[in-house]
């Protein structure tokens, strides 16, 4: 039961390439979601998907798409990345709402 | 907007000692939860007491909430050197007033526990 995972652990970019960041669960929740952490700050959320086929915006989700492939796996696209995306991003996921989240490791994300 | 705040932004220790982190919100919530996060690592959750519970514990943490003032704290007892690490509280609510819901996380407080 590996938990939650993300890849890649660390990416470098130059400004208007693109990526994907890939999530899996493998513990059956239904809801998933991204946040970024920057310097200091708390978590903020990008999108999240309460269940398999929704997905929804959160609090920064400008610059970044997502697709909800599966139950298990929930991705994070930049079209074009910009030095102000230079974050760690976190993929968590949890059964239901209302209760405990899993995070993955992260990703290091530095855009040149 | 970030909906916990926690205070204080750093807190140091020596081992032995206990440590108090406060985290304060806005609005309404269905229920808090601290969380862990060493350095470079992801967020480990360490516990969550509802909104109608006034106080939890887990081991040698103690985790207290108080509605009216919107509030809660999360005490270690008896800290240790491996407990060094950033805590955070989040929030968990109603998105938009919606009937979907998310965590919203404050800035942490840096506990640092020294030998």
């Known amino acids: 039961n590996a938990g939650v995972t993300q890849t890649p652990k660390f990416q470098v970019l130059k400004t208007g390439q693109s990526m994907t960041l890939q999530c899996a669960q493998d513990?059956?929740?239904?809801?998933m979601y991204w946040y970024r952490q920057d310097p200091g700050m708390g978590l903020r959320l990008i999108y999240y998907?309460?269940?398999?086929?929704?997905?929804d915006k959160g609090e920064v989700p400008n610059g970044y798409n997502v697709s909800r492939l599966n139950k298990r796996e929930f991705s994070l696209r930049l079209e074009s990345a910009a030095p102000s995306q230079t974050s760690v991003y976190f993929c968590?996921?949890?059964?239901?709402?209302?209760?405990?989240?899993?995070f993955g490791p992260g990703t290091r994300l530095l855009v040149l | 907007s970030q909906q916990g705040e926690e205070d204080p932004q750093a807190l140091s220790i020596q081992e032995g000692e206990n440590a108090t982190m406060n985290c304060s919100y806005k609005?309404?919530?269905?229920?808090l939860q601290w969380y862990r996060q060493n350095s470079g690592r992801g967020l480990v959750h360490l516990i969550l007491?509802?909104?109608?519970?006034r106080e939890k514990h887990s081991g040698r943490l103690r985790v207290t909430l108080d509605t009216s003032k919107k509030s809660s704290s999360l005490l270690i007892t008896a800290s240790r050197a491996a407990d060094t690490a950033s805590y955070f509280c989040?929030?968990?609510?109603?998105?938009?007033?919606?009937?979907?819901?998310?965590?919203?996380f404050g800035k942490g407080t840096l506990l640092t526990v020294n030998p």
């Open positions: 989040a929030t968990d609510a109603p998105w938009s007033g919606g009937s979907n819901y998310k965590l919203t």
């Open positions: 513990m059956n929740h239904n809801s």
């Open positions: 609005t309404s919530i269905n229920n």
């Open positions: 007491i509802r909104s109608n519970e």
């Open positions: 998907s309460a269940s398999e086929g929704t997905t």
């Open positions: 968590a996921s949890r059964k239901r709402q209302e209760e405990t989240q899993y």
